[in-house]
């Protein structure tokens, strides 16, 4: 390991109130090659959990120049059985070994008794699924030894069983925990979409000390008889109602680090880059206003 790696590695590098990309690997000899101007990468630690072979080359290249976030999948911080400790030291080590100016995870569960999948599982938003998910997140914290972001997922179902609203459920669970909130622009946007629910009313609860990181995306449309709904694929560019909510959503929130999301259908590198300078226009946008503003 050089001594430019090393030195980078000595303390998180702290991502920027600018526009980023998710890491693909299709993408990595591009940004290497060409250096791109962007203000981080964000990475799915699962993906980088082997003991050796390129993706971990590569990481180790990209991170010696740029900031990254790691995007976790597999905590399964809504699971009715323990963390799975192996995962978490899985993670912790990559968190010691690049550390990332953030890390984060979903608001969800994907594992059962000896069964796992890789589906967001939505839960119940109970009394008892809030304590379960705030210990969890607090064994979390606890083993990383550092705050984590907790992302609002995307729905197409609700419980009968649950009685807290889902953002006073993200909300508390974000408080009690200590936690930060991941706010995805695009899943505030499909759920409230699929439910009728009021997105002035689902944002309501959360604050701008609570939001660390925005992420945006595109999403799919399915017709089902006379009614659509809306999938999260991430496979399509951000649409213009969801660049709209994230403008208002900046408006409340300020300058957030914010990530353009593709994991399907992924674009060449200079296309991904377009939507990220959409991103960057609006924050800059965003901070020529609060400089008028402040005068």
Request: net charge negative; glycine share 6%; hydrophobic share 35%.
């Amino acid at each position: 390991m050089n001594e430019a790696i090393t030195s980078l590695r000595s303390a998180p590098a702290r991502v920027p109130s600018r526009a980023g990309a998710g890491l693909k690997a299709v993408h990595y000899q591009t940004i290497i090659d060409e250096q791109p101007d962007i203000g981080w990468f964000e990475i799915h630690p699962e993906n980088y959990m082997g003991k050796g072979g390129a993706p971990l080359r590569y990481l180790e290249r990209i991170r010696s120049d740029y900031p990254i976030s790691m995007h976790s999948v597999g905590t399964s911080l809504g699971s009715h059985l323990p963390l799975d400790r192996t995962h978490l030291n899985e993670l912790k080590q990559l968190v010691d070994r690049f550390q990332p100016g953030l890390v984060s995870e979903h608001l969800s569960w994907s594992h059962g008794y000896e069964w796992y999948t890789n589906d967001l599982i939505p839960l119940l938003y109970t009394k008892e699924s809030l304590n379960l998910v705030v210990e969890h997140i607090e064994q979390v914290q606890e083993t990383l030894q550092r705050k984590i972001l907790i992302e609002n997922p995307s729905s197409y179902l609700q419980f009968k069983q649950s009685d807290i609203p889902e953002q006073e459920f993200l909300a508390e669970a974000v408080k009690r925990s200590g936690a930060g909130l991941l706010l995805d622009v695009n899943n505030v946007y499909v759920s409230c979409k699929n439910h009728n629910w009021d997105i002035e009313e689902y944002l309501s609860p959360i604050t701008r000390e609570m939001v660390g990181e925005i992420h945006l995306a595109g999403h799919a449309i399915q017709s089902l008889g006379d009614q659509e709904l809306l999938i999260d694929d991430h496979g399509s560019p951000v649409c213009t109602a969801v660049w709209e909510l994230y403008r208002h959503c900046i408006d409340r929130l300020g300058e957030v680090p914010t990530l353009i999301e593709r994991d399907s259908n992924i674009p060449s590198f200079a296309e991904l880059q377009k939507e990220v300078q959409f991103a960057e226009h609006y924050l800059r946008a965003n901070q020529e206003v609060d400089r008028v503003t402040t005068r």
